[in-house]
C-alpha cells in the first residue's frame, strides 16, 4: 500500500505516455485518473495509521548506488509530515487530474499532458516519501522537470517557451546551492540517511567547515546551501521571478505545481530537515527574513496586476512567505499546516480563475472582464470562498493558519520575529485587498469585454465543478479539522519524532498566549483591506485610476515588480548576454572552431577515411596485417621485458 | 586420479547441450527440411533447459576431467549470457531465415554447437581444452556465416573467416606451444604455478608465448588490428548470423580472454597489460573513426562491435578485479543493446527484399515509430549517453581505468566515445529528422517483435535497479581472482 | 646417438625445405607431392622419438587420405596459380620485412631458451617410460581416461565438420536419377521382364 501509493502516478505516466496511441485521449484520461485517485484514496488510510496513530515507518525498496561509504537507497518513508505531505499532493492532484480532463477537452494533446500531470505526481510523491538526500534530490528535479514540461506544455507559443526556460534557469540557481549542501552534508556526516544525518547534527553542532577558504560554522552553512535551494523552488524573494512568468502553462498546472504542491516543496524540506535547521538559528533568522520580505514585497506587487492569474500567482509567493517565516520561528508545524490549508484555497482559486477564463474564452486580463456574477454564479461563489479563506477571515481555513504563523512570529519574541510579525500584518492587509479588487473587478460592476465573448460566457460543466467542491470543502474546514492536530493541544503528539524544536525555540507556545491585539489584529486588517476594495472598486471606481496617476512612480514600481526583472536584465543577463556574444564571435568562432571542433572534425573525417581505406576486401592484406600486429606487439613485449629486466 | 575424471557433475549443462544437440539433428534428419521451425523452437528450449541445469549447479569453484574443466561464478555468469545471446539469436532468425529461403534444421544445430564450444571455452581450464572448445566454435560459426550458400558474399564471408580462423589458430597453438615448452604442463593452474615460481626470470619465449596467444584471442573478439576479417563477415553473413556473431562469441571469446591472462598468466600482469592496453586503444580507434564513413548498417556494426570490444578491454587492462567486473557488467549491458539494434536492423525489408544501406533507415520514426525508438535507444545506449545501459557499461571500466592509474587510457576511451557519438547520433538524426524513404515491410513478427522489445527496455531501464548485475559480475570477477 | 642425431637433421632439414617447397612451387601439383614428402619426413622424426603410432596415423590418414585427396582436386580444378601471385613482387620488400624481423625474434628467443625448473616434476613425471608400454598402449591408456573430455571434443568438432561439409554443398538437385538399392532388389520380375510370345519367322 505504502509503496503503491508512490509508484501509482508512475504507472499511470507510463500507460498514458507510452500507450497513448491505443488509449486515446479517453483512456488516457481514466488510467490518469484513476491511478492518482487511487493513490489519493489510498493516502487516506496511511494518513489514519501513521499520523494519527503514530505508526510511522521507512520501507527500503532496493539500494540504488552503493559506492564506498556512499549508499542511496530508494525508500519510501512515511512519518507524519511526508503523511501529511502525500495527503495534501495526492488529494489535490487527484481533484486537479480530474478538472483537467474538463479544462483541456478541445486540447490535441491530451494524453502527453495527463502523463505529465502523472509524471509530476510521482516525482513529487517521491520528494515527499524520501528517507535520504539522494532521493529528496531526486524528486526535487523531477518536479523541476515536470514543471518545465508543462509550463513548455503548449511549445508553439514563444512566451511559453521562454517562461519554461526561465523557470528553469532561475532554478538551477536555487538546486545548484541545493545540490552544495547535499555534497557539503555528506561530507560532514558521511551519509546521506536523514536518520543518520540528523542523528549526528547535535554533535556536530559548533564544528567549523572549510568553505571557499574560509572557516564557516558547518551546520549553518549547510543550511543556508540548502535554503537557497528551496528558495528557488518556492520563489522566494530573488529567486521567485520564474514564478508569475509559470502562469504561461494550463491553468490545472498552475493550480497543482505553481500554488499546492510543488512549490511548496522548500517549505517541506525546511521542516524535513527541522534537526539541522534547529542547531543553525543564524539560518533560521535569515529564513524568517526571507520569508518575511517576500510575503510583503509580493503581496505589493499583487496590488496592481492586472492578469488574474498573475494576481494569484504573487498571492501564493506571498503566502509561500508566510510558510517560511514560520518554519524561520520554529513552528515547522505551522508552516505545513498553513501549508495544507493553503493547497486546497490556493488551488481552488487557481482552478476558479481558469473557470473565469474558460468562460470567458481564454481571456486572462481582468480590465476585460466585469459583470460576471450573473453569468456565472457558482464560480463566483467558489472564488468568495477561496478569497476568504486566503485573507484569514473566522472560520475559513486560512484564518486558522495564518493567525497562528503571526501568533508564532509574534511569540518567538526576537528582533527578526518582530519584524516578520509586522510585515505579515502588513501583508495580510494587501492580500485582503487585492482578493477583493480581483472580485470587483472580475464580477462586479459593467462587463467591459465584448459581446461576442459575453455570449460565449457559460457556467463550466460539472466535471470541472466536482473538483472544485471537494477543493472548497477543504478551504472551509480544512482549517478547523487540523487545528487541534497541527498546531493546537494535539500537536505534540500529532508530529511525534517527523518535527524537531528544540525546547528553547517555543514560539509556538508563546504565540498561544499572545496578548488579544494580536491575536485579532490579523483579523482587523483583513476587514480594513476589504473594506478599502470596496470603496475603490465599488463605491468609487474612478478613484483607482486617479491614485494610480497621483501616485505615478509607486504604481509603476509596483506594476513592473520591484523591477527584479529589469535589474537581473541589468545586472546578469545582458552582460552574459555580451560576454556570450563576445565568447561566441570571437572566442568560440574563430578560436575554438577554427582549431577545435571544425578543425577536429576535419581530422576526423580524414582520419576515417583513411581507416576505411585500411579494408581493401583482400584476404592476404588481412592476414598480413594480423602478422604485423603479432610482430609489433611482440617486440614491444620483448622491448618492455628488456627494459623491466 | 581416474576417479574424479568422470565427475560430470560440474559439467552437466554441456553434456546435456551436446547429447540435445546431437539428438535435434537426429529429429531434423529424420523429419526432413519442413521441420526448421519446430528444431529451432526445440533449440531454444535446449538453450533454456541448460541455463536451467546451469542455475543448479553449486557455486563454488570445481575441477572435472582430469583439470581440463572449471566450474566457478565466472564461468556461470558468462555461460547464462552466452546462453541468452544464442537464444535470442535462434528466435530472431526465425522468420528471417523462412523468408530468405535457408531455413534449414541444421541452422539453430550447428548454432547449438557453436554455444557448446562456446560454454567450453568459458570453462577451459587447460590449454588443450581452449583449443579444442574454440576449434568447436568456430568451425560451427565459419559454417553458419556462408550458410546462404547461393549468395557469393556470404560464401566469400565464410571463406574469409575460416581462412584467417585458421591463422588465428596457428597463431594460438603456437603460442601454446611455447608456454607448454617452457612450463610442461598445459594445465592452467600448472603453469600459473611454474610462472609464480620463476617470475624473476622469465625466458623470452615465455612473453612471445603470451603475446600470440593474446594475438589469437583478440582476433576472436575481433579486437583491432586483428579485427579485419570482422567488416567484411559481418556485411556478408546473413543478418541473424551476424547478430549472434556480434553477441554470443565475443561474450565467449572475452571471458576466455580474461581467464588465460588472469588464471595461468596472472603473475605476468606486467607484460600482458601493455599488451591489452595497446589492443584496446587501436581497437576504440578503429572502431570510432572508421565506422563514420560506412554506408552499411551492417558494416557499421561491425566497426561498432570493434570499439565496444576496445571498451571493454579497457576493464581488463585494469589488470583487477574491479577491471574484471567492469569488462563483465559492459558486455552483459552489450549484449543486450547489440541484440536490440540487430533486431531492428531485421525489421530493415522493403518489398520483401533486405535493405542493409543506413540511408534506408530516414525517417523511419514516422512509418514505426516503435522500431525506430528500439534503435534510437539502443544507438544512445552505446554511444554512452546516461542514463541509458551503456553509459553504466562504460562508467565501470572507465573507473576501474583511473582506479589502476591508467588515466591517458580512460581519456583515449573518453574522446574516442565522442567520436562514436557522431554515427550513433547520425543514425538517431536519419531516423527522426529527415523525409521517410520507402516504408518498410510490416509487420516485422512477433518473436522478433517480442526480442526487440525486450532488450530494448533493458536498456532503457536498466538504470532503476541495475544492482543485481553488478552484484553478480562482482562475484563472478571475484571468483576469478580467488581461484 | 650418431646415427639417430644424423637421421633427425636430415628429416629436419628436408621438412623445411619441403614446407618451402610447398609455398613456393609454381605447378600446384608438385606443392602437394612436397607436402606429401614433409608428411613422410614429420613421420620419421615421429619415429625418431619412440612415437611409432603417431608416425603411422600421420603416413596413413594424412598421406593415405587427405594428399591425396588434396591432389584430385587441385587436378581437377583448373587454378591459375599465376594469376594469384600477381601482388607478389609488390609485397615482397616489407612482407619480407616483417618476415625476417618476426624471424630474428624467434631465432633470439630460441637462443634465450629455458625450462622452468619445476616444469619437469609437473609435465614429465605423468608419461610412463617409453620401456615399460608400448606407446600405443600408452595412448590408449589416457584417451578414454585422461583426455575422455577433449577426445569427446574432438568428436564433436569432427561432427560439426562434416554437418558443415553436407550443408554447404549437398543439393537436392531434381531430375537426377539416384541408386536404391532396396527398390532394385525388391523388384518383382514381372516389372522387369515381359515375356513375348514370338511367332517364328514373322519378324518384329
Same mark, same amino acid.
Not at chain 1, 293 to 303: D, E, N, R
Not at chain 2, 154 to 178: I, Q
Not at chain 2, 193 to 220: E, H, N, Q, T, Y
Not at chain 3, 119 to 142: C, H
Given at each position: ?645 | ?94 522468420? +528471417?531465415?523462412?523468408?530468405? *529461403? %535457408? !531455413?534449414?534444421?541444421?541452422?539453430? &544445430?550447428?548454432? @547449438?554447437?557453436?554455444?557448446? #564450444? ?126 549472434? +556473431?556480434?553477441?554470443?562469441? *565475443? %561474450? !565467449?571469446?572475452?571471458?576466455?580472454? &580474461?581467464?588465460? @591472462?588472469?588464471?595461468?598468466? #596472472? ?133 576501474? !581505468? ?82 | ?204
Amino acid at each position: 500500500m505504502y509503496t503503491a501509493v508512490v509508484l501509482l502516478p508512475l504507472l499511470g505516466a507510463i500507460a498514458a505516455g507510452l500507450f497513448a496511441p491505443w488509449l486515446k485521449d479517453r483512456g488516457s484520461q481514466i488510467v490518469s485518473c484513476g491511478a492518482v485517485g487511487l493513490s489519493a484514496l489510498l493516502s487516506l488510510p496511511i494518513f489514519y495509521q501513521v499520523a494519527l496513530h503514530g505508526q510511522s515507518r521507512t520501507i527500503e525498496l532496493f539500494t540504488w548506488i552503493q559506492s564506498g561509504a556512499f549508499e542511496f537507497v530508494w525508500a519510501v518513508k512515511f512519518d507524519t509530515l511526508s503523511a501529511v505531505m502525500v495527503l495534501v499532493v495526492s488529494v489535490v492532484s487527484s481533484m486537479i487530474h480530474v478538472y483537467s480532463v474538463g479544462y483541456m477537452a478541445h486540447d490535441k494533446s491530451i494524453p502527453r499532458f495527463m502523463a505529465y500531470l502523472n509524471l509530476f505526481t510521482f516525482f513529487m510523491l517521491a520528494l515527499v516519501t524520501a528517507d535520504n538526500f539522494g532521493q529528496l534530490f531526486f524528486g526535487w528535479e523531477g518536479v523541476g522537470l515536470a514543471s518545465y514540461l508543462l509550463i513548455g506544455f503548449w511549445y508553439d507559443r514563444p512566451s511559453a517557451n521562454a517562461a519554461a526556460i526561465k523557470a528553469f534557469l532561475v532554478n538551477r540557481i536555487g538546486d545548484f546551492g541545493f545540490a552544495l549542501g547535499i555534497m557539503g552534508v555528506f561530507l560532514v556526516f558521511g551519509s546521506v540517511q536523514f536518520d543518520t544525518v540528523f542523528a549526528a547534527v547535535p554533535g556536530k553542532a559548533n564544528d567549523m567547515m572549510n568553505f571557499l577558504g574560509y572557516q564557516v560554522p558547518a551546520i549553518t552553512t549547510l543550511c543556508l546551501l540548502l535554503f537557497v535551494g528551496a528558495m528557488g523552488k518556492s520563489a522566494q524573494l530573488g529567486l521567485h521571478t520564474w514564478l508569475p512568468d509559470a502562469m504561461e502553462g494550463p491553468t490545472p498546472v498552475s493550480a497543482l505545481i505553481h500554488a499546492a504542491t510543488m512549490v511548496t516543496a522548500g517549505v517541506f524540506m525546511v521542516a524535513r530537515l527541522s534537526p539541522m535547521f534547529e542547531y543553525a538559528p543564524a539560518a533560521l533568522a535569515v529564513v524568517t527574513v526571507v520569508g518575511a520580505s517576500t510575503a510583503l514585497f509580493a503581496a505589493s506587487v499583487g496590488l496592481v496586476q492586472n492578469d488574474i492569474k498573475r494576481v494569484i500567482a504573487y498571492s501564493t509567493c506571498s503566502q509561500l512567505g508566510y510558510m517560511f517565516f514560520a518554519a524561520g520561528v520554529s513552528a515547522y508545524g505551522v508552516a505545513i499546516f498553513h501549508l495544507m490549508t493553503h493547497a486546497f484555497f490556493k488551488a481552488l482559486l487557481f482552478l476558479v480563475s481558469g473557470s473565469v477564463i474558460h468562460a470567458l474564452s481564454g481571456e486572462q486580463d481582468m480590465r476585460k472582464m466585469g459583470g460576471l456574477r450573473r453569468t456565472i454564479p457558482i464560480t463566483y461563489a467558489l472564488m468568495w470562498i477561496g478569497s476568504l479563506a486566503l485573507a484569514g477571515i473566522p472560520f475559513f481555513a486560512g484564518y486558522w493558519s495564518k493567525d497562528a504563523i503571526l501568533d508564532a512570529a509574534w511569540g518567538a519574541h526576537s528582533g527578526v520575529g518582530t519584524y516578520a510579525f509586522w510585515l505579515g500584518i502588513g501583508a495580510a492587509l494587501m492580500t485582503a485587498f487585492y482578493s477583493w479588487r480581483l472580485i470587483f473587478m472580475t464580477f462586479h460592476g459593467d462587463t467591459r469585454a465584448d459581446h461576442h465573448v459575453m455570449e460565449h460566457a457559460h457556467e463550466s460543466p460539472n466535471v470541472m465543478l466536482y473538483p472544485l467542491y471537494v477543493l472548497a470543502a477543504g478551504a472551509v474546514l480544512a482549517g478547523m479539522i487540523g487545528h487541534h492536530f497541527f498546531v493546537g493541544g494535539g500537536q505534540e503528539q500529532f508530529w511525534g519524532e517527523s518535527i524537531k524544536v528544540l525546547p528553547q525555540h517555543d514560539a509556538l507556545e508563546a504565540g498561544h498566549h499572545a496578548p488579544f491585539w494580536v491575536q485579532w489584529l490579523p483579523v482587523a486588517v483583513a476587514i480594513i483591506g476589504i473594506g478599502i476594495a470596496y470603496g475603490l472598486y465599488i463605491r468609487n471606481p474612478e478613484l483607482p485610476r486617479q491614485l494610480a496617476a497621483r501616485f505615478k512612480p509607486l504604481y509603476f514600481f509596483l506594476l513592473n515588480k520591484w523591477y527584479f526583472d529589469e535589474l537581473y536584465d541589468l545586472l546578469f543577463v545582458n552582460p552574459a548576454h555580451r560576454l556570450g556574444l563576445s565568447l561566441w564571435k570571437k572566442g568560440d568562432g574563430d578560436i575554438i572552431d577554427g582549431y577545435g571542433p571544425d578543425g577536429i572534425a576535419a581530422t576526423t573525417v580524414r582520419l576515417a577515411r583513411r581507416a576505411s581505406l585500411l579494408q581493401t576486401g583482400y584476404i592476404y592484406h588481412y592476414a598480413f596485417a594480423m602478422l604485423i600486429g603479432v610482430v609489433v606487439l611482440a617486440t614491444a613485449a620483448w622491448y618492455l621485458l628488456g627494459r623491466a629486466g | 586420479m581416474a576417479k574424479d575424471i568422470l565427475v560430470l557433475g560440474p559439467a552437466w549443462p554441456e553434456v546435456f547441450l551436446a547429447c540435445a544437440a546431437m539428438a535435434l539433428l537426429m529429429l531434423g534428419v529424420f523429419r526432413g527440411e519442413s521441420s526448421a521451425r519446430l528444431v529451432s523452437w526445440l533449440s531454444v528450449g535446449a538453450l533454456a533447459a541448460t541455463a536451467l541445469l546451469l542455475s543448479g549447479t553449486t557455486p563454488e569453484r570445481g575441477l572435472t576431467f582430469g583439470g581440463m574443466f572449471v566450474i566457478d561464478s565466472f564461468a556461470v555468469f558468462m555461460k547464462m549470457l552466452v546462453l541468452l545471446g544464442s537464444a535470442l539469436a535462434i528466435v530472431m532468425s526465425l522468420d +528471417f531465415n523462412e523468408r530468405e *529461403k %535457408i !531455413a534449414r534444421f541444421e541452422y539453430p &544445430v550447428l548454432f @547449438l554447437f557453436a554455444t557448446l #564450444g562456446m560454454m567450453m571455452m568459458v570453462s577451459a581450464s587447460d590449454l588443450i581444452s581452449l583449443y579444442l572448445g574454440l576449434e568447436l566454435q568456430s568451425l560451427s560459426l565459419y559454417v553458419v556465416a556462408a550458410f546462404r550458400r547461393d549468395s557469393i558474399r556470404s560464401t566469400e564471408a565464410g571463406l574469409k573467416y575460416f581462412v584467417l580462423g585458421a591463422l588465428s589458430s596457428g597463431l594460438l597453438l603456437y603460442g601454446a606451444s611455447l608456454i607448454y615448452g617452457f612450463a610442461g604442463t598445459t594445465s592452467f593452474a600448472g603453469i600459473a604455478r611454474i610462472m609464480v615460481d620463476s617470475a624473476g626470470d622469465m625466458p623470452l619465449g615465455v612473453v612471445f608465448g603470451v603475446v600470440f596467444i593474446a594475438a589469437a584471442l583478440a582476433f576472436k573478439v575481433s579486437a583491432a588490428p586483428f579485427h579485419m576479417w570482422t567488416p567484411d563477415v559481418y556485411e556478408g553473413a546473413p543478418t541473424p548470423v551476424t547478430a549472434f +556473431f556480434s553477441v554470443a562469441p *565475443k %561474450i !565467449a571469446a572475452v571471458s576466455l580472454l &580474461v581467464r588465460v @591472462l588472469v588464471e595461468p598468466f #596472472g603473475p605476468l600482469v606486467g607484460a600482458w597489460q601493455q599488451i591489452v592496453v595497446a589492443l584496446a586503444v587501436v581497437s576504440m580507434l578503429i572502431g570510432g573513426f572508421a565506422a563514420i564513413y560506412q554506408t552499411n548498417i551492417k558494416r557499421l556494426m561491425a566497426y561498432s562491435s570493434i570499439g565496444h570490444i576496445g571498451y571493454a578491454l579497457v576493464g581488463l587492462a585494469a589488470g583487477d578485479e574491479t577491471g574484471v567486473r567492469g569488462v563483465l557488467v559492459y558486455m552483459s549491458i552489450y549484449l543486450f543493446m547489440n541484440v536490440a539494434a540487430f533486431g531492428a536492423i531485421l525489421c530493415m525489408r522493403q518489398q520483401g527484399r533486405m535493405v542493409e544501406r543506413i540511408d534506408d533507415l530516414s525517417g523511419l520514426a514516422k512509418n514505426q515509430p516503435m522500431v525506430a525508438a528500439a534503435l534510437a535507444i539502443s544507438m544512445f545506449s552505446m554511444a554512452g549517453i546516461p542514463p541509458l545501459a551503456g553509459f553504466f557499461g562504460k562508467l565501470y571500466v572507465f573507473l576501474a !581505468a583511473i582506479s589502476a592509474g591508467l588515466y591517458a587510457l580512460a581519456v583515449i576511451g573518453v574522446l574516442t566515445s565522442v567520436v562514436a557519438a557522431y554515427y550513433y547520433l547520425r543514425i538517431v538524426k536519419l531516423m527522426y529528422f529527415d523525409d521517410p524513404v520507402d516504408v518498410f515491410d510490416q509487420p516485422i513478427g512477433r518473436p522478433l517483435g517480442l526480442v526487440l522489445a525486450g532488450t530494448s527496455l533493458f536498456t532503457l531501464l536498466f538504470f532503476v535497479y541495475p544492482a543485481p548485475l553488478i552484484f553478480a559480475a562482482g562475484l563472478a570477477a571475484a571468483a576469478l581472482y580467488a581461484g | 646417438m650418431i646415427i639417430q642425431a644424423l637421421a633427425f637433421y636430415l628429416f629436419s632439414t628436408v621438412l623445411i625445405a619441403a614446407a618451402v617447397m610447398v609455398i613456393s612451387a609454381r605447378n600446384p601439383v608438385h606443392s602437394v607431392l612436397f607436402l606429401i614428402l614433409a608428411f613422410f619426413n614429420a613421420a620419421g622424426l615421429f619415429v625418431l622419438m619412440g612415437a611409432e603410432f603417431l608416425a603411422m596415423i600421420l603416413v596413413v590418414v594424412y598421406v593415405g587420405a587427405v594428399a591425396v585427396l588434396f591432389l584430385f582436386v587441385v587436378m581437377m580444378l583448373d587454378i591459375d596459380f599465376s594469376a594469384l601471385r600477381q601482388g607478389f613482387l609488390r609485397y615482397a620488400p616489407i612482407g619480407g620485412l616483417v618476415g625476417i624481423v618476426l624471424l630474428v625474434e624467434l631465432m633470439w628467443m630460441a637462443t634465450v631458451w629455458a625450462v622452468a625448473p619445476g616444469a619437469s616434476e609437473v609435465g614429465v613425471a605423468r608419461m610412463p617410460a617409453a620401456a615399460q608400454i608400448p606407446n600405443t598402449q600408452a595412448l590408449g591408456l589416457v584417451l578414454y581416461t585422461r583426455y575422455v573430455y577433449v577426445f569427446q571434443a574432438a568428436g564433436l568438432v569432427l561432427l560439426v565438420a562434416m554437418i558443415g561439409a553436407i550443408v554447404l554443398t549437398l543439393r537436392q538437385r531434381e531430375g537426377v536419377r539416384r541408386q536404391d538399392i532396396a527398390r532394385q532388389i525388391s523388384r518383382p520380375r514381372e516389372r522387369s521382364v515381359e515375356l513375348v510370345k514370338m511367332p517364328p519367322r514373322a519378324g518384329v
